[in-house]
């Protein structure tokens, strides 16, 4: 599926050039009919450095939470929650507030590159930059 597809199938709304990079990163991830791609577990197992092969994907949104989660800063770009609880909340620039403290089962990530592959910087309390 390209990019246009997708939004067309998923009915994604790209709300500004920072969502956009952010849709760019990972809708190849979740362009299968079902959004239940292995390819998207590994990928984000990967970005907050922990296992989470033996996980399913319960969610993954790029237009809003649709599961009554509160994200820990505004509008988020791309949710995704796991079997296991663990949701991962993804941003295409870094809030202008300060960094809050995020629920043990919680990782923020901030894609501030045009894909996955960028530098990646964690922080103690599960904050992730990719630049």
Request: include cysteine; proline fraction near 3%.
């Given at each position: 599926m390209t990019i246009d597809e997708f939004i067309l199938f998923r009915d994604v709304i790209i709300?500004?050039?920072?969502?956009?990079?952010?849709v760019n990163a990972f809708y190849g991830y979740l362009s299968s009919?079902?959004?239940n791609s292995r390819l998207l577990i590994n990928e984000v197992?990967?970005?907050i450095n922990i296992d989470i092969s033996s996980l399913s994907l319960n969610k993954g949104c790029f237009n809003g939470i649709f599961d009554n989660t509160v994200p820990p800063y505004d509008a988020v770009d791309f949710y995704i929650r796991l079997s296991n609880d663990v949701c991962v909340f993804m941003y295409g620039n870094i809030p202008r507030t300060p960094l809050k403290k995020l629920k043990?089962?919680?990782y923020v990530v901030f894609m501030l590159a045009n894909d996955t592959?960028?530098?990646?910087?964690?922080?103690?309390?599960?904050?992730?930059y990719i630049r």
């Amino acid at each position: 599926m390209t990019i246009d597809e997708f939004i067309l199938f998923r009915d994604v709304i790209i709300k500004n050039d920072d969502h956009k990079r952010v849709v760019n990163a990972f809708y190849g991830y979740l362009s299968s009919v079902s959004g239940n791609s292995r390819l998207l577990i590994n990928e984000v197992g990967r970005i907050i450095n922990i296992d989470i092969s033996s996980l399913s994907l319960n969610k993954g949104c790029f237009n809003g939470i649709f599961d009554n989660t509160v994200p820990p800063y505004d509008a988020v770009d791309f949710y995704i929650r796991l079997s296991n609880d663990v949701c991962v909340f993804m941003y295409g620039n870094i809030p202008r507030t300060p960094l809050k403290k995020l629920k043990d089962n919680a990782y923020v990530v901030f894609m501030l590159a045009n894909d996955t592959g960028g530098i990646i910087e964690r922080s103690a309390d599960r904050h992730i930059y990719i630049r």
